[in-house]
């Protein structure tokens, strides 16, 4: 139900020291936003959450190509409404949205003759505020090119933050914990250059969403939704006065978006709570992206999958046909050799696909099908792949058939490597070729330098593209993933197809590099995934990599903290990410992966600190079934869960997978035990989480029998 309410002046006005001051406030009065219009015609906002000042007086405004778009306003009317309506999305964390705001929309006009007109629209939520910029239609402002947006977040401290350098064309690092005054993206640890792409012009500046906590326990996060035909806005953070001001992703010549009026920018995002778990469920972000575009969307299908891919990050194999990084133009590829080390073949695309149609998998991913692979990283070169050209050892009808008899799908691989014009080129085409061929999901990736040369990952084009993919893929009902993307800003309300983003540094890492630390999954819930999903990869079992022959290598957690992240780590595509072989070795364990849901009607955070740990529980969408996920940081800690939320006098059958009491993540990381009891909604479980540990907790309606045979569970 929509219910919506003009409201007429329903704020408060405030005439101080010549400057025009509007109160405005949340539906339940816990936000409050300042609006002042200076002598100078700025307009100036600040925000409060209950009492508490969040954002003091800060700038609004443009600088364009040839003049600013600043000052000098005056304030022609002020609109408002408030709406509370809920929303179901077509899968999510849980069934039905409350959206309920209050709107305010400040229509400015130059006080010259040529006055150009600006909206500043200002939502307000009880748990933060969103605002945009909108450009009517109108003589004086047709189309302009914007220098940078002006836009300030004027903070009241040094507060501690969650940082991950400004870097134009990478979110692949593992995040800094330290004062804004301390923010220097030179120093940022573990930097991205393990893959080679890596561009920080301004080492003062990080990206969103950062989220901060202040001394007097406030936390904090900024971020924006609904990016569409515009940059990533970056932030830069003056050391000395908190000030943080917008700094957007630039283009191959350095201007910053090129707008047409009538047009909009996106929201720029502010959630605010005392408590960290409410940052963990707040949905404003979601809220201020549009419905979605996508009438029938009975296609769009949450989705558990396994693929051919860690194999190639560990070594074990190759994505080439060759074996061989020699530089080969695609041409000459029909004449390689193959390798004998080549993974995505027929043979072994079927033992995948056997053994996700025997454990009850929807997908199959399968990467290195295609040619192009000898020569696809760190080239910059233009035409790497077509698409559609299979390796000879690959073949696409014999597994059409194959996979056809049972209720497993194969997921495309779209690896562009950076060449996004290539790409563009052959879009249509590969679409079509995978509807042809039974393909009904995509995973695109962005590794490398962008082409056309000049621009980045995070600049207005790519973000266009990021979009034509989503509409295109949406127009031709195929689901989509992709990797290197843009951070995710809400659109997978607007566009459900978009299941999930990479992002931000994923699984993989563990695999060739310095790795992800033990804390770094109890971040990106409060980091990346403010954004939305993320194709994170969980699951790795086999923890230590010495069985690829990659001494020192290892996954930074223990393996039933790789099970719980399939709880923390939300989204609505989920992998598998090891090998059949290591599952089978640990097939109890395995048990949990296969149970678990990828698509919920509830969650509860039950306890999260950013840094430190999180513990939530979901519930399963249509089933009484919950599943719950606890993961910890470097340190070992209790995690305390009471079921509250199970239905009142009904017994329940936990399965629980901990950490065994020996179990470390670098010196013990597979040592885990599993206990299965009955649990009702007055149980509180304690569970020991391992030093980089975690739990992972199915609970399930329990049988006649069973409530009858087993023992209560402490
Ligand atoms: C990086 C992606 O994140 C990863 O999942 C993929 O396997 C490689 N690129 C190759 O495309
Ligand atoms: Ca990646």
Redesign the pocket.
Known sequence: MRLITILFFSFIVVFATQAQTYILSSPKKAIKVNISLTPRGELVYGVNYKGKEVVLASALGFELANSSLKDNFMISKIDSLSVNENWQPVWGEVREISNYYKEYTFHLAEKTDKARLINIVFRLFDDGAGFCYVFPAQPNLQHFVIKEELTEFNLTGDHKAFWIPGDYDTNEYTYTTSKLSEVDGLKAKDMATEIGTRYIKDPSSVQTPLTMKTKEGLYINIHEASLLNYPAMQLHVDKATHRLSSSLVPDAVENKAYLQTPSKTPWRTIVVSDKAIDLLSSKLILNLNEPSKIEDTSWIKPTKYIGI?WEM?VGKGT?DFAGSQDAFSMESTKGLKPSGKHVATTERTKQYIDFAAQHGFDGVLV?GWNTGWEDWFGNWKEDVFDFITPYPDFNLKELQQYVAAKSVKLIM?H?TSGSVTNYERWMDTAYDFMKTNGYDAVKT?Y?GKIIPRGEYHDGQWMVRHYQRVAEKTAAKQIMLDA??PVRSTGLHRTYPNWLAS?AAR?N?FNAWSTGNPPEHETILPFTRLMGGPMDYTPGIFGIKLDRYGKAGYQVHTTLTKQLALYVTMYSPLQMAADLPEVYNEHLAAFRFIKDVAVDWDDTKIIEAEPGDFISIARKQKGKDNWFIGAITDENKRIAVLPLAFLDKGKKYVATVYKDAATAHWQKKPEAYVIEKGLVDEKTVLSVRLAEGGGCAISIMPATASEVKQMKRLK
Do not use: I, S, T
């Open positions: 891919w990050h994505w990467e691989h690896e990736g590794v990797h290197e990479e994923g993989e």
